[in-house]
């Protein structure tokens, strides 16, 4: 069977579009330039947050190597992303993955990959409001000595994320841009310290940039017992979510396909850089043998990051109270970069008649107020759901802060390779004028290999990643991933049968003319569907 194209839809009088079943709002167009779109996307990635919190995961399964599994992992997304900006230069919506997969493998799977993708950035705003309320605890309790629960600072940090959400996206920006130049400065400056001092304890060593040090590395099988390069590329690889947020914006962009590209190579391998960098001097800082004893203290601990001894050491208590706060303000501006890509999936699936449709609409200032409604409550019942289950300050880092993340990258992995399928199929069909034999074929088959080996990585290594693997919720990981994506294409499936002109216009939503149209997604998914019934 295959979609009829219907007619395009009148203009919605207030910018956006509307469909003979709902009216479509429209987000604020030219409002980010590139800087502000880096801006949303780089503090997704929470650089400081990454470091603190990732660095030690890495360290604990690839020991002193960890700087190579970012080294890998930026060449593994850096590959991904080529395929990726060949597609956003021609698919311009706030859906993402979402709108990509329809347009490459069809409507049904696209709504279950929309559905999976939405859910994960929800429960990645949920995990690092869980961080932000670990570090805002411990922080305050050594500065003031006052106790007060991680789950109180939660609740101030997504009632502040709601807020901003009903504001126009250029502030939200504008917050995210100050945060990100603090702490990058701190890490900056604590890497001078380092360098300064000759390289750190053991001086400068090549063997932390070897990949082969990852696997096995004596360092960890050392003092941790084993060495699992699963759990070292788990960690380099969530320290990069959120990269992809570039066409989800763009929308709200001055210049979309120009602003997607130079975003998101530039989020990529300017965070790789970043992260090897900083990695390596926590490395050099402590030593080969000591960077992961440090690691092994913190977990029993000593101290709350291994970061900060360092940050005493090589330049002084006012940059470990500066990093203590900025772990803070970090978190949060992380989590408010979750917060506003969750909604705009929302948005986009309520706009084309998937979900509800209030869903699509926006507020006078053009915000996706009603889809980040929702998503403060669905994170205020996450959050309450772990909270019940450990409401200790420990809880919100080692429970809600690390487990959560790996249902959450582990959905998007699977995406990040069905989006890899569906650029394939986008250019070997519909868009063959683009065809490329390295951009649209060589690097997406590479890309997704890389993503499904990182999948395999992660469910293999999961009961150590979260410290307990028969727990429920780490033991069912995969068949959780699996059962979203599931739900979602029958939902696909249902709206086909039920409503065809709702179905007809799902990742059809283009920035450039702002309207959902039946006849431009029917061009552009029509022979992906049609393989699909034939295979």
Known sequence: ??????????????????????????????????????????????????????????????????????????VALTIFSVGYIAMSRRVTSAGGFYTFISRGLGRI????????????????????????GYFAAT????????????????????????????????????????????????????????FAHGGGSGGLSAAPLNPAEIFSNKGAVKVFGTGAAGVALFAAFWSWVGFEMAPNYAEESRDPRRIARSATYGSVIGLGLFYMFVSYVYVAGWGLPGSVQAVKDQFNGAFASAFYPLADKYVGSPLTTAMQALAITSSFACAMAFYNTSARYLFSLGREGVLPTPLGRTSRRHSPVVAATIVTMLVGAYLLAFVLYDSSTEGALLKLGTWSPLLGVLGILGVQALASVAIIRYFLTTARDGFHWFSTL?????????????????????????GNGAVPFIHYLPEVVLAIFAIGLVLGATLRVRNPSRYATVGGTDANSGAIS??????????????????
């Open 518 to 535: 039946g006849s431009t997604i029917a061009a552009d998914t029509i022979a992906a569907e049609q393989g699909a019934t034939l295979a």
């Open 442 to 466: 060589t690097a997406p088959i590479l890309g997704c290999a890389a993503m499904c080996g990182a999948c395999y990585l992660l469910i293999a290594n999961r009961g150590a990643l979260a």
């Open 1 to 74: 069977m295959t979609d009829i194209p219907l007619p395009v839809a009148p203009a919605h009088p207030h910018g956006g579009a509307a469909t003979a079943n709902k009216p479509a709002g429209r987000l604020a167009s030219n409002a980010l330039g590139l800087p502000s779109v880096l801006f949303c996307i780089v503090t997704g990635a929470a650089p400081l947050t990454a470091m603190l919190f990732n660095v030690p995961v890495a360290v604990q399964g690839g020991g002193y190597a960890a700087p190579a599994a970012f080294l890998l992992a930026t």
């Open 139 to 194: 922080s305050i309790k050594s500065w003031t000595d006052v106790t007060i629960p991680a789950w109180a600072y939660m609740i101030v940090g997504l009632a502040l994320m709601t807020l901003f959400a009903w504001f126009h996206i250029e502030l939200t920006a504008k917050v995210l841009g100050v945060s990100l130049v603090l702490e990058v400065l701190a890490l900056l400056i604590l890497g001078i310290g380092v």
């Open 109 to 132: 799977v696209g709504v279950g990959s929309g559905l999976l993708i939405a859910l994960c950035y929800i429960i990645f705003t949920a995990a690092v409001i869980g961080v932000m």
